[in-house]
């Protein structure tokens, strides 16, 4: 017989998390291995009326295409319920086997995000960093011990997968005029400004915090005029509209700041591992 599950303090979430074990175990039968909660419920910092629902569903086998239509189904259900968590689920099915090595990978998963359908997409640039999430911090909602299923991660995969989202962001800047566009809006400006912060973050402490407690943490670690700067990140999280073009030329000084950070502790790095050997 199946439980209620409570793996969170929150009533509602939990209802959603229930309802989501009960249709994965029965729709994935032996190939389901567990459901992980990463995120800001693993994370800390939670907030009901802004956070989303984030987990990782890891199986036996990729899913194959009528499980991803079945999953479709599934997933749309539950975005036309009254829930109020309808909209605000993001979630990604991979197999085992992709938590098991750092190496680029070409395949495409079912994901989800807040307010999309469910499609198929390679994994993300920084999904190391979900890894470190899943082994040392998600809640288990069922399966083996997470650290069981990752193995260990070291510094230096962190620092490779760090500079490629940087560098990845630097080039856009000089060759993609949309994406000026897009970080243009304030949202999108916070995201950038906050994902570096908690970039940052992972590679001097070796862990994974949540986007408000690390840019916290860069916020008293980095002199002016950095502090000010990430302040506003935290003030105007939830803003609207445009930023001022001072505002865009910092944030594009940051970008690069950042990335001289990087490179400078992944050089670092490299001279301790050649002195030890």
Known sequence: MNHRLAPTPFTDVNFVLDHFRSQLQALLDSELVGIYLVGSLALG??????????????????????????????????????????????????????????????????????????????????????????????????????????????????????????????????????????????????????????????LATGTVASKPRATEWARKNYGEPWASFIEQSLTKHHGSGNISQGEENTTLAFLAFILEEIQRSAAAIRSRTQNAS
Request: negative net charge; aromatic residues 10%.
């Open 45 to 202: 910092d939670f907030n009901p009326r802004s956070s989303d629902i984030d987990f990782v569903v890891v199986t036996s086998t990729e899913i194959d295409p009528d499980r991803f239509t079945a999953l479709q189904h599934v997933h749309a259900q539950f975005a036309a319920s009254d829930s109020p968590w309808s909209e605000k689920i993001e979630a990604i099915y991979v197999p085992a086997s992709a938590l098991r090595h750092s190496a680029t990978n070409t395949s495409h998963y079912p994901q989800i995000e807040k307010g999309t359908s469910l499609f198929l997409a390679p994994l993300e640039d920084g999904w190391v960093f979900q890894c470190l999430t899943i082994r040392d911090q998600s809640v288990s909602i069922i399966g083996p011990d997470s650290r069981t299923l990752v193995d260990p991660i070291e510094t230096q995969e962190l620092h490779a997968a760090a500079t490629m989202i940087v560098g990845r962001w630097i080039q856009q800047v000089a060759h993609d005029p949309t994406w000026l566009l897009w970080l243009r809006q304030t949202e999108a400006q916070v995201f950038v400004v906050q994902t570096l912060c908690r970039l940052r973050y992972s």
